[in-house]
């Protein structure tokens, strides 16, 4: 007979089962059943509904990063991880310290280009990533470099025999695929990370470059001028860096569509003619124009925290799969009347109590896989994916040594669906593990909406594909499992919409959480699958990101 009993009274906990149970006949270990199954149908809306209601209560202040907010929030996530039996991912502890520095420019500023002034706000944005209180542009040699991109995969370098040291280069937002989607440059419609304003600058000061100005079009952009004025505003957060940021351009700057067809016809140039030129291949052409402007900064200086925790592997516990999700809100505006919370329940409540729930899940599997799981809940995204980008610059697990990264952001209270959209379609071999789970669930893979608008390269996953790991964010898509929920998810969608980045974006009862819940098996199995195998997800070879 065999010692078992069958409720496990005289078993050691199940995650020892190996060596607990025994035939008493041969002395021999019983084998572990697979739980798998009954832990991804565990996964279940109560305890998501529980995370988001207390990471978005008004007690988290909106957890702001170096507020009290951030400390509830910390306080929280390293209990739960502790409870579960994750050890701490940073030596004894589960916190990473990221040094933040803010920085806030005075608005008081005009640019100058040839005989034209252009206000702040009204026809340029300017700011700088140096750590400095006083930057000073004058009389800059200005010179068009078309979209600014060095793509060699592409033949494309719009740099190619310029010498820019010293100078200020103007640029067009987005890649050339947007306005020639039938090319065989870039992928169409599909915006890459050349198209991003952050690609931009920065290439502009690894060319050696003085000030970049990216020339603001709506369509390209996918965002109107005021979101340009309004996010590049006011305070601005950045990573404190050993020189200061003296390797950046030292002004950051934008021009509105009406300004760079002042500055061109000035030049004796047509912008919409020198457009299609770039638009056409790799381009660059010396404006005859100079520009000064001064800005005047001042900064200070803190630290926020991202949150580590590991479940080692039972074989090759060095190697590790990374979950992330961001912790971090908005805080909360003591100068407005009424509710000054933001609460962030959608943004990113979600997302985090995803991880949770997923941690806990792999806590409870009996057959423990071989890799490493990781979860890091990072601070700061909301400034610029600033933890994440810290924690891939400074990464606590060997990039080699981490297998893939897995991202829960803002995840859908919409209720079930029969797709799953894929955030970046096409970039990685992710895809094939997610295409497996998503089958078990009856739904099928589709791009995200609108992919021009480039929202791959807009959250933590791309801090670490910028470093080669593949990355894959996923969540659920737009067609709805049954009519009920088409009827729900059309009204709810527009509260959700309007209550982005605003006081009532909080936690509602009425929220449908079954398509978090499915999101959040799905993106169990991804990880199971990859945590429980030998494999190396990779690029793929149209992907703008390899390894390192």
Known sequence: MKTCHKLLMLCLPITLALTACQDTQTDAPLPVVDNFIDVYQGINTNDLKKHIKTLASDEFEGRLPTTVGEQKTLDYLVNEFKQLGYQPGNGDSYLQPVEL????????????????SFAYK???????????????????????????????EYDWNDYQGLDVKGKTVVILVNDPGFENPQGDKFQGKTMTYYGRWTYKYEEASRQGAEAAIIVHETKPASYGWTVVANSWSGPQYGLVSKNGNADRVAVEGWLTTEAAQKVFADAGLNFATEKAKAVAGPYNKNLGLDTSVTINNSFKKSISNN??????????????LIFTAHWDHLGKDETKDGDQIYNGAHDNATGTAVAL?????YSELNIKPKRSTTFLIVTAEEQGLLGSKYYSEHPIIPLDKTVANINMDAMSVLGKTKD???IGMGKSELETYLEKAAKRQGRYLVQEGRPEAGYYYRSDHFSFAKQGVPALYAKGGDEPIDEATAVYRKRTNVIVTGCYHQVCDKFRENWDLSGIQQDAQLLFEVGYDLVSSDDWPKWKATSEFQRK
């Open 122 to 152: 009204e026809g340029m944005m300017a700011s700088t990533s140096r750590e400095q209180a006083k930057v000073e542009l004058k009389n800059s040699e200005l010179v068009f470099v078309g979209y600014g991109i060095n793509a060699p």
């Open 101 to 116: 520095i803010e920085m806030t420019a005075d608005p008081d500023m005009t640019m100058t280009i040839g005989e034209n």
């Open 420 to 422: 799953v959209a894929v």
């Open 307 to 320: 949150v580590i925790a590991t479940l080692p592997g039972s074989e090759k516990p060095d190697e590790h």
């Open 357 to 361: 729930v997923m941690a806990q899940a």
